[in-house]
C-alpha cells in the first residue's frame, strides 16, 4: 500500500477520500469493527469544509445541513446583541449544522464505492516503525497483523495515544476545570429554527453559560457549562435535567436523543509530521468547541496532508516537501488554540482578575457597542493562511494585514485561500483542485503549465501583466509579474514537477 491512513474518523475518511482522488491506494484502518453512529458530536461544518467534502462527492452534506445565519447573544435575562453572518459571494453557506454522524455516514458511503481504499476495520493500531517504510502493527479479533506502507497519516483523534506514543508525540498542553453537559434533544420550537442562541449567566445557570444550535430534523443541541462535580446521573435521577431542559423550552414536548459531559482541552503536539507519518486531526491538535475549529481544522490538515503526500508519491516532488504540512498545519493548530484558549479564558474564567474583565464586559455590553466586541463566546472556524509558510512568496504590493476581523476573510494573494468564484467552466477552486494551476491575465504567456485566464481586476483583484500560481489545494501559492525577476516560473515552467520543485528550492533556501 501507498499511504496507510490511521482511523476512520471524519478526518481519516476526507484523508483517504482526497489521496484516492489523487490516484493514491490507501489502507484505511480502524480499531472498531462498525461505526457507532450515537450523538451528534461535532455539527457546526464551515463553509470550506463543505467545499472540501463536496469535492469529493458528499455536496448533499451542505444541502442537508441546517443552514442558520443570525448569532444572538444574551447575558442574564437581556439580549445583548445579534449578528448575521455573511454570504461571503459563495455558493456555499457560511456554516451549516449536521451531526459529525451523518457526517461519517456519507463519507463512508463514499469510501464503500472507492476501489482505491482498503477498509480494514477491527485493526487496532499497537506499534508503528520506520525502518524505511511505514510498519503498522495491529491487533485483530483473529490474532496480530502488519500492514506496511510508503507513507502514513495519523488520524486517531484524542484517544490516539498509542499512535502518537509509537511516534514520540504527546498532547501538551491544558485542561479546563469546568465540564459541559451536552444534549441533543428533538422540539417543535417556532422561531429557533434558524438561530445560535448563547446565553451568559442566564437566572437558569447562574455564573456559567448555555448554548443552543438549532440542527435538521427539529433537534436542538444545547450545552451547559456545569461544575467540576457535575454528577449527569444523579441529575438525571433526581429530575434536574428535566428542570434544566423545561427552563429553556417552557412547556414544549421534547425527547432527548443523546447526553453526554465533556472535558475539553487545549492542546498540540510539538511535530505534525515525523519521519514518513503525518499526524492529523485530534491526533495532532484538541480545542474547545467554541468556534467550531476541531474536526473543521482536521479537514484542512487532510487536504494539505493529501496532496503533498500524492506529489511526493507521484515523483513531483521530494519528501522536503512534506516539512512544510509541519510548518503550516502546526501554524494553523498554534492559531486554533490562541483563539480557543481566548474564548475559554472568558467563558471559564480562571482567576479573580479575568472574572471581574467578563462581568465588566457583559454588564457594559448592554449599551456600549465596542463593549460587544470584546463578548468573546467563540470566534467562528476560519481558512488558516499560510503567509509565513516556505511555500508562499509574500508580495510587498498585498502586505498581510494579520488576524482578520470576526466574519472576514484576508484580501487575495500569496498565502491565501482562493474566494469561491464561478469561471466559465465551473467554479473556480474546482479547477484548482486538479493540480498546480496558473491563473493568467491578458498578455501574460504560460508555457507547460495548466492555466486559466483570468478576469482583471475581478473577484481576485488581479492586476495586468499578473499571473498567479495557486497550490491544488486553492491556496495562493505566488503573483508572478510579467518582467520581473521571477518571472522566470511563468515562463520556464514545464510541468507540475518543475513548479513544485521551484517551490521545493525556496523552502530549502529559506531554512
Ligand atoms: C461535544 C463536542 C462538540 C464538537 N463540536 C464541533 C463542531 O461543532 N465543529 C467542529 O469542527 N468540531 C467539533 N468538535 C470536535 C470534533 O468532534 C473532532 O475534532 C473530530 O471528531 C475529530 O475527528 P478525528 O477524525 O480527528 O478524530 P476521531 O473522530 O476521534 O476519530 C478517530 C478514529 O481513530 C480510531 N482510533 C483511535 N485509536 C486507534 C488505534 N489505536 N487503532 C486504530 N484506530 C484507532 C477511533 O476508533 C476513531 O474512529 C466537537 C467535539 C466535541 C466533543
Known amino acids: 500500500m501507498r499511504v496507510a491512513v490511521l482511523g476512520s474518523g471524519p478526518v481519516g475518511q476526507t484523508a483517504a477520500l482526497l489521496l484516492a482522488r489523487w490516484g493514491v491506494p490507501v489502507v484505511l484502518v480502524d480499531e472498531h469493527e462498525v461505526r457507532d453512529p450515537v450523538g451528534s458530536k461535532a455539527i457546526c461544518q464551515q463553509r470550506d469544509t463543505l467545499d472540501v467534502w463536496a469535492s469529493l462527492g458528499a455536496g448533499c452534506l451542505a444541502e442537508e445541513g441546517l443552514t442558520w445565519t443570525t448569532a444572538r447573544t444574551f447575558h442574564r435575562a437581556a439580549e445583548l446583541f445579534s449578528l448575521k453572518l455573511p454570504d461571503g459571494g459563495s455558493a456555499l453557506p457560511p456554516f451549516v449544522n449536521l451531526s459529525q454522524s451523518r457526517v461519517e455516514e456519507a463519507l463512508d458511503e463514499l469510501i464503500e464505492r472507492q476501489p482505491l481504499i482498503d477498509v480494514r476495520r477491527g485493526h487496532r493500531v499497537r506499534g508503528l516503525t520506520q525502518p524505511g517504510r511505514v510498519v503498522v502493527e495491529c491487533e485483530t479479533a483473529d490474532g496480530p497483523r502488519r500492514i506496511e506502507a510508503d507513507y502514513a497519516i495519523a488520524c486517531a483523534g484524542a484517544r490516539g495515544d498509542t499512535v502518537r506514543r509509537a511516534l514520540g508525540q504527546h498532547l501538551d498542553g491544558v485542561s479546563f476545570r469546568d465540564l459541559f453537559l451536552i444534549c441533543d434533544i428533538r422540539a417543535d420550537l417556532p422561531g429557533w429554527a434558524a438561530e445560535r442562541r448563547f446565553y451568559f449567566d442566564p437566572p437558569w445557570n447562574p455564573g456559567r453559560q448555555v448554548l443552543i444550535h438549532p440542527c435538521p430534523g427539529s433537534r436542538f443541541r444545547i450545552d451547559w457549562q456545569v461544575p467540576e462535580d457535575y454528577d449527569l446521573a444523579a441529575e438525571e435521577s433526581g429530575g434536574a435535567m428535566e428542570a434544566r431542559i423545561r427552563a429553556i423550552i417552557g412547556s414544549a414536548p421534547y425527547e432527548v436523543l443523546w447526553r453526554s459531559v ?19 486531526g485530534d491526533c495532532a491538535h484538541l480545542v474547545a468547541p467554541f468556534g467550531a475549529r476541531g474536526l473543521n481544522s482536521g479537514v484542512a490538515d487532510a487536504e494539505n496532508a493529501a496532496w503533498k503526500l500524492a506529489a511526493v508519491l507521484r515523483g513531483d516532488a521530494g519528501e522536503e516537501l ?7 498545519r502546526h501554524a494553523a493548530a498554534v492559531e486554533n488554540a490562541a483563539v480557543t484558549t481566548a474564548t475559554m479564558d ?9 472574572h471581574r474583565r467578563r462581568l465588566d464586559v457583559l454588564t457594559r455590553a448592554a449599551h456600549d457597542p465596542a463593549a460587544c466586541e470584546q463578548v468573546d463566546s467563540g470566534r467562528l472556524a476560519e481558512p488558516f493562511w499560510y503567509v509565513d509558510s516556505p511555500l508562499t512568496t509574500p508580495d510587498p504590493t498585498r502586505p ?10 484576508p484580501p487575495p494573494g500569496p498565502g491565501v485561500l482562493l474566494p469561491d468564484v464561478t469561471v466559465p467552466s465551473g467554479r473556480l477552486r474546482d479547477l484548482a483542485r486538479q493540480g498546480f494551476l496558473l491563473l493568467t491575465t491578458p498578455g501574460v504567456r504560460a508555457e507547460g503549465l495548466r492555466s486559466a485566464r483570468i478576469p482583471v481586476g475581478g473577484a481576485l483583484g488581479a492586476r495586468p501583466g499578473e499571473a498567479w500560481l495557486v497550490r491544488p489545494d486553492a491556496y495562493v501559492a505566488e503573483v508572478l509579474r510579467v518582467g520581473d525577476q521571477r518571472a522566470h516560473l511563468v515562463r520556464g515552467v514545464r510541468g507540475v514537477t518543475r513548479v513544485v520543485d521551484d517551490v521545493r528550492d525556496r523552502a530549502d533556501a529559506t531554512e
Open 262 to 280: 465533556y472535558r475539553f482541552h487545549t492542546r498540540l503536539v510539538p511535530r505534525m509530521r515525523v519521519g514518513r507519518v503525518l499526524l492529523a
Open 322 to 328: 512534506l516539512e512544510s504540512y509541519h510548518t503550516e
Open 346 to 354: 472568558f467563558l471559564v474564567p480562571q482567576d479573580e482578575e479575568q
Open 400 to 409: 498581510f494585514a494579520g488576524r482578520p476581523p470576526r466574519g472576514a476573510v
